[in-house]
């Protein structure tokens, strides 16, 4: 079955810096790409998603690259701020016939 | 909208009582989703309903879990008997169709067996 990795468990950046979180996938049929981002005591929120035909979209301060040959996607977040500091999760899917398959979570710390 | 509704927000209870989850969906959604959240294992999907079906509870750890549907809008989590390794945080998420699109989270439930 699916499997996602997610890389690292835990990011630290100076506020103002780039984050940047990486996920890689195991089978290739997967065609969806979520980002949730978990802040302290609520549940995940959706904040950015991509389709197998595409392979870059935006968002204001966040991005996420799709590369289908590596089977890795990519979250980037630029010009980071304090708010930014939660719990990111990455998921895939094959399909609305299947469930999401979620990585372990980055924990992103903004340093003042 | 209020969002997803969840209660209790936390609940501590005894080894061997009884449980139960509620949570709310939002209006006109017709997709259901049940998580369970921890350090050790993280987020996982322990069931998944569609117009009130279950769709895929091969997540459900036991069968001391069950989930029901009464209604379109409304969704229960219970655990019978509880036990310590139950403790975790449970999440209820809907969606507008499936589950290829965007899953709106509740704040959780805290769950502490003692």
């Known amino acids: 079955g699916e499997n996602v990795e997610q890389h690292p468990s835990t990011l630290s950046v100076q506020e103002g810096d780039s984050a940047v979180i990486k996920c890689t996938y195991s089978?290739?049929?997967?065609?969806?790409f979520p980002w949730y981002k978990q802040e302290l005591g609520k549940g995940p929120q959706l904040i950015i998603d991509?389709?197998?035909n595409v392979g870059e979209k935006k968002d204001q301060r966040i991005a996420v690259t799709l590369n289908k040959t590596a089977k890795h996607f990519s979250l980037h977040i630029t010009e980071t701020q304090p708010e930014d500091s939660a719990v990111y999760f990455c998921a895939a899917s094959k399909g609305s016939n299947y469930q999401l398959i979620w990585g372990a979570g980055t924990k992103l710390i903004i340093k003042p | 909208d209020a969002g997803v509704i969840q209660s209790p927000r936390h609940e501590v209870t005894e080894m061997g009582q009884e449980v139960t989850l509620r949570c709310k969906l939002i209006?006109?959604?017709?997709?259901l989703f049940w998580y369970r959240q921890t350090m050790m294992r993280g987020l996982e999907l322990l069931i998944y309903?569609?117009?009130?079906?279950?769709?895929?509870d091969s997540g459900m750890p036991e069968d001391r879990f069950s989930a029901k549907m009464p209604n379109a809008s409304f969704s229960t989590l219970k655990i019978q008997p509880s036990e310590p390794r139950d403790s975790a945080v449970y999440f209820c998420?809907?969606?507008?169709?499936?589950?290829?699109?965007?899953?709106?989270f509740g704040p959780g439930t805290r769950l502490t067996v003692t």
């Open positions: 991509i389709r197998s």
């Open positions: 998420a809907s969606s507008l169709s499936d589950r290829n699109v965007e899953q709106y």
């Open positions: 089978d290739s049929a997967s065609n969806y």
């Open positions: 309903f569609n117009n009130n079906v279950p769709i895929d």
């Open positions: 209006s006109g959604h017709n997709s």
